[in-house]
Structure formats: structure tokens, C-alpha cells
């Protein structure tokens, strides 16, 4: 392994410790935002806006792209949708199928954030996982996308060969313009600490957390604030799942609507690094086309007024 890229343990500890703010900003510039130039390390380019397809998985995709382009978003992600296995893009995606994908995407002149694309083949076996994870950054990179947002696994069982076939893969997908990333998802990464247990097991600057505040809440059943976990992912975060909470136990709810501090969360992650990179809507209040399409062009504006950027 390129020893500039793979760390040991305790390296990746020091790095982070040592680079903070400034190891995020980097890789938001070269991983997250290769399109969009950084001035200099020290100033961030301004948060991209964007919203996922799975407010309309209910859709075909190409209803969710033309609601975001019409909700006024420059910036989409691919997640949730109606077909085959639920997603936009899988490791079931044949190429040509993600070249389409792509065409769909362009004809609306949004970019692609951040692609959800579910499950590798981890269970079978490493190397099966490695092919299947390969297939599947090559299906992003078709798409453009700037990062590939993995889930992670609660089983205890193939936890280590998870994380291995991930970083047997940083590289290759790093050579493709992309980031990987792990979110708060439940099971073995469902708070802040989990999540970061994961990076440093992996231990590649090209692998990081792509925060989730509404699942914070979510998986400890609203008794963890993300307000109180962000800290600890300082210098880790690559992006953020713009994700409310309702209780009992509701996470299909319009940002801004709930019991999530946004403010609060994102002076947090500020302060622990997370100057500039991707806030992606992720769910909003349930409803017919009309009203999700407001809801979406009502979060788009919250967005802004909260970074500054109306």
C-alpha cells in the first residue's frame, strides 16, 4: 500500500489531531468539490445545497430530478427510488443503465453530491465485497458523483471484512474523483463515536463520515442530541444528510420542522472542521407532488438563510 495514503492507527490518530480543520478542508476541496476550485486551504468554498431522490422514492427517478431542479437545487443525490431494488444506483447497475442515469442528471444541469448505493456482496466473501464495491464506485464515477455513501453493516460477523473491502478500495476510488463515507445507520455505526471507530479502522484520508443528525436521534430513540454527538466526529466529516427527527420515532419530517438544532449542529461540525462541503436533504414531510415540492423548495431556503448564502 501507498504508505502516503494508508495510515497506521495510531498515524491516522496523530494526523487528525494535528491537521483538524485543515485535513477536512482538503479533502472537501479535492474529494467533495472537483469541479469547484478552492481559492486556498484556508478559505472554504461555500456549502453546496443539495437534495436526494428519497423524498420521491415512491417515483420513478426522473420524477425526483425534475423536482429537485424545480425546487431550485443546483445539487443532487441519488438514493431512494421506484424500480428493480429500491435504488438509483446498486451494484446491480449495469453501465449502461448509470450512463442513463447520467444523461437524466445532465438534461437537468444538477450535479451529483453524493450516490447512496446500499449493500456490497461482503457476505460471501473479502473478495467478493472488493468486486462488488468496485462495480459500484464505477457506477458513481459514471454519474459524476463526488462521494459514495456507504451504510455499514450491524452484523458483528463480517464488520472486519466490511471495513478491509472498503479500504482495499479507497484508492480506486479516489482515482475516480470520489470520496467514500459512513453515516450514523443504526447497528455497529449508529452515533458519532461508532462511526469514527470505522474511519480509523480504515484509517485513508479518502474515507470519512458523511454526518446524519436526524439518525442520531433515530437510532437511540431521541435520547442522544446530535447537538452533543457532533463533536465527536471532528475532522472527519465530508458531508452532512439533512435529516430531521420527530418522536416517537419519526425521521419523515421537512428539516427545521423538528427536534434537530441545525444551527447548532452545524456550528458544531464548523468547529470541528466542517467549513464547506455537501448538506443534503434527505427526507421531508410526506405528501402529493405539489407538497413535497414546496416542502423541498422551503428546505432549499432554509439551507441558505443558515449558511449565509440567500
Not at 57 to 80: C, F
Not at 119 to 126: H, M, N, Q
Request: one cysteine or more; a positive charge; charged letters at 20%.
Amino acid at each position: 500500500m501507498d504508505q502516503a495514503k494508508h495510515l497506521t492507527r495510531r498515524g491516522f490518530l496523530s494526523e487528525s489531531a494535528k491537521l483538524g480543520a485543515v485535513s477536512t478542508l482538503a479533502w472537501t476541496c479535492s474529494t467533495l468539490q472537483p469541479n469547484h476550485a478552492c481559492a486556498s486551504v484556508g478559505k472554504a468554498p461555500p456549502y453546496m445545497i443539495a437534495c436526494y431522490t428519497r423524498p420521491w422514492a415512491q417515483y420513478e427517478y426522473r420524477v425526483a430530478l425534475d423536482a429537485i431542479a424545480e425546487a431550485g437545487y443546483t445539487y443532487a443525490g441519488l438514493m431512494t427510488t421506484k424500480g428493480k431494488n429500491g435504488l438509483v444506483i446498486s451494484v446491480a447497475t449495469t453501465p449502461e443503465e448509470a450512463a442513463q442515469v447520467a444523461e437524466e442528471v445532465k438534461k437537468r444541469n444538477l450535479k451529483v453530491v453524493s450516490v447512496y448505493g446500499g449493500d456490497i456482496p461482503v457476505g460471501k466473501s473479502l473478495e467478493a465485497g472488493i468486486a462488488g464495491l468496485k462495480k459500484l464506485i464505477d457506477n458513481c464515477a459514471a454519474c459524476g458523483t463526488m462521494n459514495l455513501l456507504m451504510g455499514g453493516t450491524g452484523d458483528q460477523k463480517i464488520y472486519d471484512r466490511y471495513y478491509k473491502a472498503i479500504a482495499e478500495c479507497c484508492d480506486y476510488a479516489a482515482a475516480k474523483g470520489m470520496g467514500i463515507s459512513i453515516k450514523p445507520h443504526g447497528g455497529l455505526n449508529a452515533t458519532g463515536p461508532q462511526c469514527r471507530k470505522t474511519v480509523e479502522s480504515v484509517g485513508d484520508r479518502n474515507f470519512g463520515i458523511w454526518y446524519d443528525p436526524g439518525n442520531i436521534y433515530y437510532y437511540s430513540d431521541g435520547k442522544l442530541s446530535p447537538v452533543d454527538d457532533a463533536p465527536s466526529v471532528n475532522g472527519l466529516v465530508m458531508g452532512m444528510c439533512v435529516k430531521d427527527f420527530k418522536p416517537p420515532k419519526s425521521v419523515d419530517v421537512t428539516p427545521g420542522t423538528g427536534l434537530v438544532d441545525f444551527a447548532a449542529v452545524l456550528a458544531k461540525l464548523k468547529t470541528g472542521g466542517f467549513k464547506s462541503g455537501a448538506l443534503v436533504v434527505e427526507c421531508l414531510e410526506p405528501g402529493d407532488l405539489a407538497h413535497t415540492l414546496a416542502e423541498a423548495k422551503k428546505t432549499r431556503q432554509f439551507l441558505e438563510k443558515l449558511t449565509g448564502q440567500t
